[in-house]
C-alpha cells in the first residue's frame, strides 16, 4: 500500500503524490524521445501517423510537437484546447487545420500613458516575432523596444513607445508583427490644458465566469465611453487561483492552467485596454504561482516568483516618473496628480517584503525592487513636487492595492500601510483608493481633518466570492462617515474638474449609482 501525504490549500486537499507525479511526468517527457520530436510546423506534426493512426498534436502556445495527451505540452489542459491542433480522432483539441502565421499573431493589445506626449502599447506573441507599432496617419514604424519571455514555451511580451504626439489629438495605430496585424485602433492624447476627466477604477478582478466577473467586464464596458482610463488597484485577473476551480476546469487542480488565465483575462479585457489606457497597481495575487503544480515544479515557481508576470505583461510610466518597472510610478492626467502605490514590498511592514502571497510556508522570495528606503524616499519625493504644483494640477490621488480601512470603518492591517498613510496626510493627499479587501466601502474624515478619505472598491467579483456582510452607514466614532457593501458587485467612476472630485460607486448587475460624494476645494485663477 502507497501512503499519501495531503496538500491543503483553502477548501481543496488532495493527494500530494497526484501533483508530484503529474510534475514528475511533465519533466519526463521533456527528456524523452517520442515519434513527435523534431517536428518544427504545425503541417507535418499534425500529419504524423503511425499504422495509419495521428499521433501528435501541435501547440500553438510553445510553437511545439508532442505526443496526443503529454502533460508536457502546454495545451495539456482543457483549458487550452482552443491553441491545441490535431487529426486524431481521439484528441481533445479544438482545431484539425494549421493556422498560417499564428506564432506571429499580436494578441492582448494594451496601452499605458508615457508622460504628457506619449502613449505605451504592449502585446503578446507565440513566438519570438519582430513587431512594430505602425501610426497610420504618418505611417511611422516604432519597433518593440523589448521582447520578454519570462516562461519558456509561454510567449514573448513587447513593449513599443510613442513619443512626441501632439496633445489633443487622436492617433490610429496598428502592431505589424512580420506581416501578422492586428485591427486598428484609436486613441487620444489629452491637451495639456485639459480642465476636466473621467476616470474608471476597479479591483480584485476575477477571469470571466469562472472569476465571477462577468457582471463588471460589462459594467465596464457600460462606463468606457465616458470615462478616460481605466485603472486597476491590483488583484488582476486571479490566475495564481487558476487551480481551484474543480467543476469547471477539474484538470487545473493539478495542472498548469497560471498561463492560460493570465491570458484569458487579457484576451477577454483587450477591447476595453486597447484605445484607452489601463493603468495598474501590484496586487498580492501578482506575487507569485502557488497552485500544487508550482509548488511540485520548482521551474514554473521561480520563473513566475516575485511579481515576474505582472511586471513583464504591463508597462507602466515608471520610466518618466522615475519609479521602478511597475511596481512604483506616478503621472498626470488632466487636473490630477496620480501616485501608484506599492502597498506589497520595499518597506517595513510590508506583506511581501519577503515572502509571495504562500507565505514563509510555500511562497518564494519577493521585493527588494529597489535599495533599502528608495521606496518611500521616491514616494516622499514625488508627493512634495506634486504639492508644490498644485496651481497647474490641483488634486493628488493615490492608489495601491492594501487598503486601512474596512468594512463600516474596521481598521484593516494597519501596520501594511502605516508609512504610506504617514507620507499621504503629511502631504495632503486628497482621495486613496483601493481593494484586497473583496466588498465596496467608503470614509470620509471629518471636515478640517488632515485624514486622507479612502474608498475600497474591491468587489469586481474573483474566484474568492464576496465578503458578505449587509450594507452598513453611519458615523464612527473617530468621525469619519462610512457606507460598506459586501454583497454588491460594484465599480467606480472619479469625475475630477480642477474645483472638485466627484466618485460614484457603480452596482455592476444594475448600473445604479449606490454611493457618491464629492471634495471640493478652491483653487487660484
Given at each position: 500500500m502507497v501512503r499519501s501525504s495531503y496538500l491543503a490549500l483553502g477548501a481543496l486537499v488532495f493527494p500530494r503524490n497526484s501533483v508530484a507525479q503529474d510534475a514528475d511526468a511533465e519533466a519526463q517527457n521533456f527528456g524523452?524521445?517520442?515519434?513527435?520530436?523534431?517536428?518544427?510546423?504545425?503541417?507535418?506534426?499534425?500529419?504524423?501517423?503511425i499504422l495509419g493512426a495521428h499521433t501528435c498534436s501541435w501547440c500553438e502556445i510553445d510553437l511545439g510537437c508532442h505526443d496526443l495527451g503529454s502533460v508536457a505540452s502546454p495545451c495539456a489542459t482543457s483549458m487550452e484546447n482552443n491553441h491545441c491542433v490535431s487529426k486524431a480522432t481521439l484528441s481533445s483539441c479544438d482545431k484539425s487545420e494549421c493556422t498560417v502565421g499564428d506564432a506571429e499573431v499580436p494578441r492582448h493589445l494594451h496601452l499605458a500613458v508615457a508622460g504628457p506626449t506619449g502613449m505605451r502599447v504592449a502585446w503578446k506573441t507565440n513566438g519570438p516575432a519582430s513587431c512594430s507599432v505602425v501610426v497610420e496617419s504618418s505611417g511611422l514604424k516604432v519597433p518593440s523596444e523589448t521582447r520578454t519571455q519570462y516562461l519558456v514555451g509561454h510567449g514573448y511580451h513587447h513593449v513599443a513607445t510613442l513619443t512626441a504626439l501632439t496633445p489633443g489629438s487622436d492617433y490610429g495605430y496598428h502592431v505589424d508583427c512580420e506581416g501578422q496585424t492586428s485591427q486598428t485602433r484609436t486613441f487620444h492624447v489629452p491637451a495639456t490644458d485639459l480642465s476636466e476627466a473621467s476616470f474608471l477604477f476597479v479591483g480584485d478582478q476575477g477571469t470571466q465566469e469562472a472569476g465571477q466577473g462577468t457582471k463588471t467586464r460589462t459594467r465596464l464596458e457600460a462606463l468606457k465611453a465616458s470615462t478616460d482610463m481605466t485603472v486597476h488597484v491590483g488583484d488582476i485577473g486571479y490566475a495564481d487561483d487558476s487551480f481551484i476551480h474543480p467543476v469547471l476546469f477539474p484538470d487545473c487542480v493539478a495542472s498548469f492552467c497560471y498561463e492560460a488565465v493570465f491570458d484569458r483575462y487579457m484576451d477577454w479585457m483587450e477591447s476595453h485596454i486597447d484605445?484607452?489606457?489601463?493603468?495598474?497597481?501590484?496586487?498580492?495575487?501578482?506575487?507569485?504561482?502557488?497552485?500544487?503544480?508550482?509548488?511540485?515544479?520548482?521551474?514554473?515557481?521561480?520563473?513566475?516568483?516575485?511579481?515576474?508576470?505582472?511586471?513583464?505583461?504591463?508597462?507602466?510610466?515608471?520610466?518618466?516618473?522615475?519609479g521602478v518597472m511597475n511596481m512604483w510610478y506616478s503621472f498626470d492626467y488632466g487636473p490630477v496628480h496620480f501616485v501608484a502605490a506599492n502597498t506589497e514590498t520595499d518597506f517595513d511592514g510590508a506583506v511581501e517584503g519577503k515572502f509571495g502571497d504562500g507565505g514563509w510556508e510555500v511562497g518564494l522570495k519577493a521585493g527588494s525592487f529597489g535599495q533599502d528606503g528608495e521606496y518611500l524616499r521616491w514616494l516622499e519625493?514625488?508627493?512634495?513636487?506634486?504639492?508644490?504644483?498644485?496651481?497647474?494640477?490641483?488634486?493628488?490621488?493615490?492608489?495601491?492595492?492594501?487598503?486601512?480601512?474596512?468594512?463600516?470603518?474596521r481598521s484593516k492591517d494597519p501596520e501594511a500601510t502605516a508609512p504610506l498613510r504617514a507620507l499621504y496626510e503629511k502631504y495632503g493627499v486628497d482621495l486613496y483608493l483601493a481593494g484586497h479587501v473583496h466588498a465596496y466601502s467608503s470614509h470620509l474624515p471629518p471636515a478640517g481633518s488632515s485624514e486622507v478619505p479612502v474608498v475600497?472598491?474591491?468587489?469586481?467579483?474573483?474566484?474568492?466570492?464576496?465578503?458578505?456582510?449587509?450594507?452598513?452607514?453611519?458615523?464612527?466614532?473617530?468621525?469619519?462617515k462610512y457606507y460598506t457593501d459586501g454583497q454588491m458587485y460594484q465599480v467606480g467612476t472619479l469625475d475630477a474638474t480642477r474645483e472638485s472630485l466627484t466618485w460614484k460607486a457603480h452596482s455592476s448587475e444594475t448600473g445604479d449609482v449606490f454611493d457618491t460624494f464629492t471634495l471640493t476645494k478652491q483653487v487660484a485663477v
Open positions: 524523452a524521445k517520442s515519434s513527435c520530436d523534431g517536428f518544427s510546423d504545425c503541417g507535418s506534426c499534425s500529419s504524423k501517423t484605445d484607452k489606457p489601463f493603468m495598474v497597481t501590484p496586487g498580492n495575487h501578482e506575487s507569485e504561482c502557488h497552485s500544487p503544480n508550482c509548488i511540485a515544479n520548482r521551474g514554473h515557481a521561480d520563473a513566475l516568483r516575485n511579481f515576474s508576470a505582472y511586471n513583464t505583461r504591463f508597462a507602466m510610466p515608471s520610466k518618466e516618473s522615475n519625493a514625488d508627493l512634495i513636487a506634486a504639492s508644490a504644483n498644485r496651481a497647474d494640477r490641483p488634486w493628488i490621488v493615490a492608489y495601491g492595492h492594501r487598503p486601512w480601512f474596512t468594512r463600516d470603518h475600497v472598491t474591491g468587489a469586481a467579483g474573483c474566484d474568492e466570492g464576496l465578503e458578505g456582510w449587509a450594507k452598513a452607514e453611519g458615523v464612527a466614532d473617530d468621525g469619519y
